[in-house]
């Protein structure tokens, strides 16, 4: 296999920026690959899918079929592909459709997917794709190289579909299907990034009777046809979906027969709901939660490392590309001293054992370890928690306490806002103690906590000074590091500012140097040397004071199910992975328990509702009797 | 001020003294309504001398000490939250938030209610006719949905208005109507009353007529549905928190039964964190309840003696 | 549900009093006037909905974009597609006139599907739960009223007093949290599942499943609906009580129950009657955290859904159908009212 998967892409999904509690697992999402790796690939069989039948009809599965089901606290806002926004949407995706190549389940290095193979041209820009034969779709059609060629002008063409998937396809600038198994794919530059196209390959067949202008309105909720390991079955909204496994997929049919996903509002239900056995998985819980369930019988926990970090961004100074300044910033930030003390002043140890329980490590560059080949961090040199430096800091450069007790340096006082975010318990934590930590340096705090929109709307405007958020980082780096970027910054769009996805109105020449080369190098042990030089440039200019990288929560029923697959196998998630690994591997285990869950509650249940209604009757009568007797008085 | 005793004025003040007088000596023979009012009596202590044996820096996340998640002992009476912090402390403590939510957001409900009640019994007509259907149009809108519309508004469109305040602000504006009937209602009896017809043949103007006639037979129904408005505004205060639209700032009960809600206090087993700030809002609006149908109690004689 | 709870205590007696007054005026006009005033009061929640929607910070097509790198044109285009740029009485008829063809927009949160198809797809759950809700707590409530205030002063009486004005009192969703603590999990008895509607493993029969899943939610809304019922059939039994004709009746030789049920019940049913017809239009708002707490999938989860963003058009959505369906249930009451009350039908 050539380019085993070194090589990294341009990835720029949407809404990276997610709430730590909300996205535990995310948005981006790659392609399947082999359970074992590349070199697998080459003989795993490629069998036919005999369509059919799968999507079969029956709701409710006879007895003997073996059910995993998965709780979630996010319900799937679209099944479309081009549509849905939440990260459980693009778990489904995952689940339906084939993706061109995917991430390898021990380290996330690019494996083959419905490509079997690849070759590059001499100059980098020429991409050669051969196209997996005799794959089948779940209606039985033939999955061929038109149906990829298709899915790629879609994402390229569609309004809507770009706005999807624009990251993946604005490179290329020629897609074509040579022949039924061939698509060669034109760029504009030498990139990485054309193998981690994370843009899903649906059934021309169908898709073609669906307009662009019209895909808004397609729901693609009734049995989708697409070639994943899993089939959607049933779609109860608000409540469960149900899969049905894809019996003849090509790298090997799933070793349960059935799906579901459970949606619940809260942890308390879903937590009691994976106790009492009516779901067999849950993620995305509270830290709290998860330990609640680490001694219960039955119940294996696991704080999965995962890709997200978090952070206490500044506002640097806002200003549109154009060159217009805008927002109301304290101009005491665009001094690197000044953000320089703050960072000295925020105990990371502490918000790691506190805030998050321990469940992660204290941050620094913003690639996470779980990405080894790409992340940085200051090793020795790392800023410790050190307010004595802080205030020194500060009074060198010339900010001076005030009788209030607030450093001033002439007419500007240290008085920042610091933004939390709602939904986030540990945001609204988080923030607290900055606010603490900072009242000790002679800076003023004023918390305010809002909705994520409502902080999106702000940062866009520059009318913030500092606030705590994270993002999800994709196993390729490009699009983190592009998020720094002069470009990124807002705009002004018909005389309005509309945001980029700058966060930090950071906009540094020699860092976008850095982000331009990398981009072109396409060999990973150069690209890697950039890409640690970019995170090191941020973290000495203090664009971010990157506080911890977080754990993924997930817990699941170990007397039922086993053969659950981390990624990267070294402690990483058991699902919302970038491919569908355990799903395909989860099985139940050989000597499964009795199932007395629901059928004891039930006959409790009933028992004790009858018990009830005759201490009820007895109650009533025994009062009726007295009343009698007291109206003969 | 200090006129003589002969002056309508201080003849009005005996008048009204003496009906205060009755009005105590009959709401202290309702079992009930002392009952209620000594659990008033105790809510608002607790609230107002919170400072005194409550130190306000353990509610911060950052200065909590104690051990996360022990149940009642005694160094924790009531145990402690996730972060450490005692139970006991975040009740009283939020007690303040709660009651001051519940009182100030009765308070504008009542003065919008009694203002609109009274200007639609007294301004028949055209303008009377519009007041009474703005008020019947808050009054069938159901109020859960207008106030969590409202409070969605508020939150977005004013970020920087502390988020107590849109509380107050959502649920006075959502709860006045009730008041405006009845306002309304009891200002139309007046109306028609021949004190009203003299004092317009005397020449009164609009003003006197509703301060000095009108507002002061309303009072008492205002004052009744005062009590039992305030139970109905810190019921509304817990659940718009439990709907993330509380004020994450100021820790009031309801802030706190959602901060244990979301925390998932319950599955974890650790009940006291969810069941006693509950047990505070209950005992409170139990308190107001029982008040609210002594005084109605005391001032309808025809519900007199219904214990 | 807490506001109305209590405002209709007071509202029901003049509500009644209202329905008479009129009723004498009347018939045809009566009856015009009351669909007048529902109309009016509908085109007052659309007004409202309209203005709070402009009230909504920011560019609405950039939150109808919701953070997705916009290039400028599809900003300009969405601007035009909303109808942004016209004046603002257009934009009100359109957005009344795409009301009322049943076109509710397409919601921001759930993969744009139109707000009107989410609507009803969870509308039914809703009105399952509160539906049995508020028929139970009205036929458990009027009895144990009827009873505690024929019994009045007894210990029956006291009991029954003292818990409604007890249950009345508790936040509801609370008490949805202690009941699935106590009979939901597995801290207490595991008796009932933990929320949801359906156990998707499925084994059971589907109704029976939804029936099962039903109880804790069902019991949780109907213990608080049960006091508001109790305590207004309780006191209307009272005013009957001591009224006149009863002691007539008493002094014919009447049994006390013969007079309970054959003079002083019908009478005071009217204003529990009232409540019940009223209540009616509020259950499809009634359960909003009751739902959420038991992950129950109807129109209040939804509207805790929509809550997250926020979704302003599912939102709108939500606020408009819950109105309406009290307005028009309200006026449904009104216009049946005069059926079910004797002395109106004399008048």
């Known amino acids: 296999m050539s380019p085993s998967g070194r090589l990294t892409d341009q990835s720029a999904r949407p809404r990276r920026r997610l709430a730590a509690v909300a996205a535990l697992a995310v948005a981006a999402l790659t392609a399947l690959a082999l359970p074992s790796g590349p070199a697998a690939a080459e003989d795993s069989p490629s069998p036919s899918v005999s369509g059919s039948g799968s999507g079969g009809a029956s709701a409710v599965p006879e007895h003997g079929r073996s059910t995993f089901v998965l709780g979630v606290k996010q319900d799937i806002d679209s099944f479309n592909p081009y549509m849905g926004v939440v990260a459980t949407a693009y778990e489904v995706y995952q689940l339906v459709y084939d993706y061109l190549t995917g991430s390898s389940a021990s380290d996330f290095s690019a494996v083959p997917n419905l490509a079997e193979s690849w070759e590059t041209s001499p100059d980098g820009k020429v991409w050669t794709y051969h196209i997996r034969q005799g794959v089948k779709w779940s209606d039985g059609q033939p999955l061929t190289a038109k149906d990829v060629a298709y899915s790629f002008q879609r994402a390229k063409d569609g309004e809507q579909e770009n706005a999807q998937y624009a990251a993946y396809v604005d490179q290329i600038s020629k897609i074509e299907a040579t022949d039924a198994n ?51 079955t049933e779609v109860k909204s608000g409540q469960y979906y149900r899969f049905a496994a894809n019996k003849s997929y090509w790298a090997g049919a799933p070793k349960i027969d059935e799906l579901i996903i459970r949606v619940f509002t809260n942890d308390e239900a879903m937590a009691n709901a994976l106790k009492k056995g009516e779901i067999d998985m849950l993620n995305d819980v509270t830290y709290g939660v998860l330990e609640s369930l680490q001694n219960q019988p039955g ?58 329980r321990g469940h992660g490590s204290e941050g620094s560059g913003v690639i996470p370890p779980i990405y080894p080949n790409w992340h940085w961090n200051p090793g020795g040199g790392a800023r410790g928690f050190d307010l004595a430096k802080a205030n020194s800091t500060l009074d060198a450069a010339g900010y001076v306490k005030g009788a209030d007790g607030i450093r001033a340096k002439g007419g500007t006082r240290l008085e920042l806002r610091l933004f939390g975010r709602d939904n986030s318990e540990e945001s609204k934590k988080a923030v607290e103690y900055v606010r603490d930590w900072l009242g000790q340096i002679g800076i003023k705090v004023n918390v305010q906590i809002m909705s994520e929109d409502n902080l999106t709307e702000v940062i866009g405007k520059g009318e913030y000074d500092m606030f705590q958020w994270g993002w999800v980082v994709e196993p390729d780096p490009d699009f983190q590091l592009s998020v720094f970027t002069c470009d990124q910054r807002s705009y002004t769009d018909a005389g309005e500012v509309a945001a980029g996805w700058s966060d930090s109105f950071y906009c540094n020449p020699a860092f976008d140097a850095l982000y331009k080369k990398q981009k072109t190098l396409l060999d990973p042990g150069q690209r890697a040397e950039v890409i640690k030089q970019a995170q090191q440039m941020l973290y000495d200019d203090v664009v971010y004071s990157t506080i911890w990288y977080y754990d993924n929560p997930e817990a699941y029923r170990s007397d039922r199910f086993t053969g659950l697959q981390r990624q990267p196998t070294d402690g990483g998630s058991f699902v919302f992975q970038y491919g569908t690994y355990s799903y395909r591997s989860v099985e139940p285990v050989a000597e499964k328990p009795k199932d007395e869950g629901t059928g004891l509650g039930l006959v409790l249940g009933v028992a004790g509702g009858v018990v009830g209604a005759a201490a009820v009757a007895v109650l009533v009568v025994a009062l009726r009797r007295r009343s009698t007797a007291d109206d003969r008085e | 001020m200090t006129a003589t005793a002969l002056t309508p004025r201080a003849l009005a003040r005996q008048r009204r003294r003496r009906a205060l007088a009755a009005f105590w000596n009959a709401f202290r023979r309702d079992r009930e309504g002392v009952i209620g009012l000594v659990l008033l ?14 130190d306000a820096d353990e509610l911060s996340v950052t200065r909590a000490s104690g051990p996360p998640l022990v149940g009642p002992s005694g160094a924790y009476p009531l145990g402690t939250d996730d972060d450490g912090r005692s139970v006991l402390t975040m009740v009283v403590w939020g007690s303040r938030t709660s009651l001051l939510v519940g009182l100030t957001a009765t308070a504008i409900s009542m003065v919008i209610g009694t203002v609109v009640g009274v200007a639609a019994g007294h301004f028949r007509g055209r303008p009377g006719g519009l007041l009474d259907r703005v008020t019947d149009f808050f009054l069938v809108v159901p109020f859960l ?83 039992l408005s305030v139970s109905i505004a810190i019921l509304a205060e817990t659940t718009l928190s439990f709907l993330g639209l509380g004020d994450p700032l100021n820790p009031s ?30 005992v409170t609006v139990l308190g107001f309840n029982l008040c609210g149908r002594a005084v109605e109690r005391v001032l309808d004689p025809r519900l007199r003696g219904r214990v | 549900m807490a506001i109305p709870a209590v405002a209709s205590a007071s509202e029901t007696a003049e509500v009644a009093a209202a329905g008479r007054r009129i009723s004498r005026a009347g018939g045809g006009r009566w009856v015009l006037r009351k669909l007048f005033g529902a109309a009016l009061t509908l085109a007052f929640v659309l007004v409202f909905n309209f203005v709070l929607f402009r009230l909504m910070p920011g560019d609405p097509a950039k939150a109808f974009l919701r953070g997705r790198a916009a290039n400028p044109e599809r900003l300009i285009q969405l601007r035009q597609q909303l109808g942004l740029g016209e004046p603002l009485p257009v934009q009100f008829w359109r957005y009344a006139m795409a009301t009322v063809s049943g076109n509710l927009g397409d919601s921001w949160s759930m993969g744009n599907r139109p707000v009107t198809e989410l609507i009803a797809e969870r509308l039914w759950p809703t009105v399952l739960l509160s539906g049995t809700s508020v028929v139970l707590a009205a036929l458990i409530g009027m009895w144990l009223g009827a009873r505690a205030g024929w019994r009045h002063g007894r210990a029956f009486d006291k009991l029954t007093s003292g818990a409604a004005i007890g249950l009345y009192s508790l936040p509801e969703w609370w008490f949805g949290l202690l009941l699935l603590l106590l009979f939901g999990s597995t801290t207490g008895l595991a008796l009932f599942p933990s929320g949801g509607m359906t156990d998707p493993r499925g084994g059971l029969n589907p109704a029976v499943d939804a029936l099962y899943h039903l109880v804790l939610p069902c019991a949780t809304l109907t213990l608080v609906y049960i006091a508001e019922y109790s305590l207004v059939m309780r006191s209307s039994v009272l005013d009957e009580r001591y009224a006149d004709y009863l002691t007539t009746a008493r002094a014919k030789g009447l049994r006390d129950d013969q007079v309970l049920s054959r003079h002083a019940l019908p009478n005071a049913l009217l204003p529990t009657l009232t409540l019940f017809f009223m209540s009616l239009g509020y259950v499809v708002s009634g359960a909003i955290t009751v739902e959420t707490v038991f992950s129950w999938p109807g129109l209040g989860y939804l509207s805790y859904e929509a809550l997250s963003g926020p979704d302003i058009p599912l939102l709108q959505g939500l606020f408009l159908v819950f109105s309406a369906s009290v307005i028009l249930l309200n006026l449904v009451a009104d216009l049946i009212y005069p059926f079910i009350d004797p002395r109106v039908r004399l008048a």
């Open chain 1, 299 to 356: 119940i294996t926990t696991s704080s999965s490392k995962y890709s997200g970090f978090s952070e206490i961004a500044y506002n640097l100074g806002a200003e549109t590309i154009e060159g217009k300044k805008i927002g109301n910033g304290n101009p005491a930030l665009t001094d690197k001293q000044v953000r320089l003390a703050i960072d000295y002043a925020i105990d990371r140890k502490t918000l790691l054992e506190k805030v998050l």
């Open chain 1, 182 to 232: 061939t698509v060669v794919m034109t760029t504009e530059e030498p990139s990485p990034s054309m193998l981690r196209l994370l843009v899903p390959i649906v059934p021309e067949h169908i898709w073609r009777d669906v307009p662009s202008k019209k895909v808004k309105e397609y729901a693609n909720d009734n049995k989708p046809v697409g070639s994943g390991p899993f089939t959607l």
């Open chain 2, 145 to 227: 949905p207008l106030a969590i519309v409202l409070a969605t508004v508020l939150r977005d469109r004013w970020p920087d208005l502390p988020k107590v305040l849109a509380v107050i602000v959502v649920i006075g504006i959502t709860s006045w109507p009730v008041t405006a009937r009845l306002v309304r209602a009891q200002a139309l009896a007046v109306e028609g009353r021949p004190y009203l017809e003299r004092a317009k043949a005397l020449g009164a103007g609009n003003w006197h007529q509703i301060t000095r006639h009108v507002l002061p037979n309303v009072m008492p129904v205002v004052f009744a549905n005062t009590t």
């Open chain 2, 41 to 54: 009596l105790v809510c608002v202590a607790v609230a107002v001398m919170a400072p005194l044996f409550v």
């Open chain 2, 253 to 282: 009960w309801g802030t706190l039964l959602d901060g244990a809600y979301s925390a998932g206090a319950v599955s974890r087993g650790a009940w006291w964190w969810a069941v006693f700030p509950g047990l505070a809002v209950a």
